[in-house]
């Protein structure tokens, strides 16, 4: 099969009803329901721009084993140039909803491309397991599915491993095994995007100890897999909002879920890793994901970036504060962010490394380091939003407000910006930014920026314990070596250059 089209997405989500659950109602068909369908949409747009001879040469490439186009985040790259092509069709796709949805389905493409090329390491429990995985991301790639996942065990004792919670199915375990596969039951969090998806793969986070081998399973399934269930969050719009008043909110909501296994059937060859707690916690460090899922995550995190500095700058100018240092400033200081992003994502393709495969994947450092910045940065920038439109937020009036004839004169009048700047021109660029750093969309947005890659303490502490230190220590060394012994004489060529001066 070659690369799907927006109509393809959707007709396959039609044609596999799953068990969805939105504010205690099941959902009968996830590409109609008012809280699911503009995330369709918006899906279904980046599955068209595949097809659009302006964009097919960045978004996909000619599989040379089938003769057929995928995506572009399926590509082994075989030097920095493809890294950059990658990189470009990251940032094409964010470009469409200004880097606000962060599970495109470039993120768990990339992902499949990571253990693909790191089959080695699920080799290790038994080379059925590789020969799975690889199997697996040819699979997504040639039908071009869209992948959601579960990382994180519910939180309900955190002192607690999973084998100790007061009840065993409180999270995802294998509970028996047949010859044709594993029955898993239990429950994961969080699957962005998990109701409009084709299919969930389930890896892990290293978290488990010894005795939660019924835990530590990698595996996947079709999303309308019997037995499994999803209860969505509290949506942000159920089509009842308006577009004026929340432009952003109404169209790139990326719904998240619990997922509720109950006796869900595995076959073996869509499972990659059984019971193997050292195998499990190793998948995420030993098979380089990051170094994929980083690239892709910091490339639409720029987009991000820019566009929440451009509203800033939007806003500023709107009312002229932008003439104020403290103001100029703040901007500045996005503008930061943006130049940091840009240089991390150019340096880890310049320093690219050789993978097992024979392929090439960007340097993890400056990725990492930017992923750890990135949720101070982020809410800094939304910050800065909030200070420049300060109390103004409290007062701009709703859509109906201004389409009101007895209202229209005061509107006109009230409402305009600094320049000649027109009423609704003013409202429309404050309502953007109230979505975007106000609203429950927005909080979100800022909430998922900082907790996406993880605890960003726990994920900065570990930038320092795997560290490579050799050039820092070596400065450090040449530095104490100057010191001499204790008692020793001056350094004469010191002493000489002194009495010359």
């Not at 429950?187 to 488990?208: C, H, K, Q, W």
């Not at 996947?220 to 269930?229: I, M, S, Y």
């Amino acid at each position: 099969m070659a690369v799907r089209n927006g109509q393809q997405f959707i007709a396959g989500l039609r044609e596999r009803p799953r068990d969805v659950w939105v504010r205690g109602q099941r959902v009968e068909d996830v590409t109609t329901h008012p809280a699911l369908r503009q995330s369709v949409a918006q899906l279904a747009r980046l599955y068209d721009m595949q097809c659009d001879p302006a964009h097919v040469e960045t978004l996909t490439y000619v599989v040379p084993q089938t003769g057929e186009r995928a995506g572009t985040a399926f590509m082994p790259a075989r030097d920095r140039a493809d890294l950059i092509k990658r990189r470009l069709a990251y940032q094409a796709w964010a470009e469409q909803n200004f880097g606000l949805m962060g599970r495109s389905p470039d993120f768990l493409n990339v992902t499949l491309l990571a253990f693909a090329e790191a089959r080695d390491v699920f080799d290790r429990g038994g080379t059925q397991f590789g020969d799975n995985v690889v199997r697996y991301y040819e699979y997504i790639r040639d039908h071009d599915l869209f992948l959601s996942h579960a990382l994180i065990t519910p939180q309900n004792d955190r002192a607690k491993s999973s084998s100790q919670q007061a009840d065993p199915s409180m999270h995802l375990r294998a509970v028996r095994e047949t010859d044709g596969g594993i029955v898993v039951s239990g429950a994961r969090m969080i699957a962005t995007l998990g109701a409009v998806s084709d299919e969930m793969i389930m890896y892990n986070l290293p978290v488990f100890r010894p005795g939660d081998e019924d835990y530590a399973v990698i595996f996947a399934v079709p999303t309308d897999a019997p037995g499994l269930r999803q209860i969505c969050r509290e949506p942000y719009d159920t089509g009842g909002r308006s577009s004026f008043d929340h432009p952003l909110a109404t169209r790139f909501e990326e719904n998240d879920s619990l997922l509720i296994f109950k006796d869900v059937f595995v076959p073996w060859d869509r499972v990659f890793c059984y019971r193997q707690v050292q195998l499990s916690n190793a998948i995420y460090p030993d098979s380089a994901l990051r170094n994929h899922t980083a690239h892709q995550t910091n490339a639409r995190a720029l987009v991000k970036m820019q566009f929440a500095t451009g509203v800033a700058m939007a806003l500023a100018r709107s009312i002229k504060a932008d003439g104020f240092l403290h103001v100029q400033q703040m901007l500045g200081e996005c503008l930061n962010y943006v130049e940091m992003i840009k240089s991390s994502l150019i340096r880890a393709e310049a320093e690219c490394e050789p993978t097992p495969a024979g392929t090439v994947r960007a340097a993890l450092a400056p990725l990492q380091a930017m992923r750890t910045f990135l949720p101070h940065a982020y809410p800094r920038a939304v910050d800065i939003i909030q200070t420049i439109a300060a109390g103004v937020f409290m007062i701009m009036p709703t859509g109906a407000d201004v389409a009101c004839s007895e209202l229209a004169a005061d509107c006109a009048l009230h409402y305009q910006g600094a320049g000649g700047m027109p009423s609704v021109e003013r409202i429309k660029l404050f309502k953007l930014a109230w979505d975007l750093a106000g609203d429950s969309f927005g909080t979100r947005l800022l909430q998922y920026e900082r907790y996406y890659a993880g605890d960003p303490v726990r994920m900065t502490a570990g930038n320092y314990l795997s560290c490579d230190d050799r050039e820092m220590m070596r400065l450090v060394d040449a530095a104490l070596a100057l010191a001499g012994e204790p008692g020793a004489a001056p350094d004469e060529a010191i002493l000489h250059r002194l009495a010359a001066e």
